[in-house]
């Protein structure tokens, strides 16, 4: 089982940045795959980047590509969400995952979730 939190979240003004992590508990960390996953005030939960259990291969929603980089530590048990040249669009509650699972990851069938931390950009 994983156990997962995240922090980083916070206000920050349009075209700034903000690095989000999700520490995971236990070992075996590197057999998961990450995801994160946002959800705005009033809208579904969407997905926004994912990254792969060993390969590190990584999916972006096309709406975030160029702008945000999913990354992962092993050695650490922890994912990482860089989050650059925000907008007020990506205002929403993140919430990173975990599944072993190779596949599906574009999708919100996953095992573990985190609490959520709030991301808000001003204009």
């Known amino acids: 089982q994983v156990q997962l939190a995240e922090s980083g979240g916070g206000l920050v003004q349009a075209g700034g940045s903000l690095r989000l992590s999700c520490a995971a508990s236990?070992?075996?960390?590197?057999?998961?795959?990450m995801g994160w996953f946002r959800q705005a005030p009033g809208k579904e939960r969407e997905f926004v980047a994912a990254?792969?259990?060993?390969?590190?291969?990584?999916y972006y929603t096309d709406s975030v590509k160029g702008r945000f980089t999913i990354s992962r530590d092993n050695a650490k048990n922890t994912g990482y969400l860089q989050m650059n040249t925000l907008k007020p669009e990506d205002t929403a509650v993140y919430y990173c995952?975990?599944?072993?699972?190779?596949?599906?990851?574009?999708?919100?069938?996953?095992?573990?979730w985190g609490q959520g931390t709030q991301v808000t950009v001003s204009s």
């Open positions: 995952a975990a599944k072993a699972s190779s596949y599906g990851l574009t999708s919100p069938q996953y095992h573990y």
């Open positions: 236990g070992r075996t960390f590197i057999d998961y795959a």
């Open positions: 990254i792969s259990p060993y390969h590190s291969t990584t």
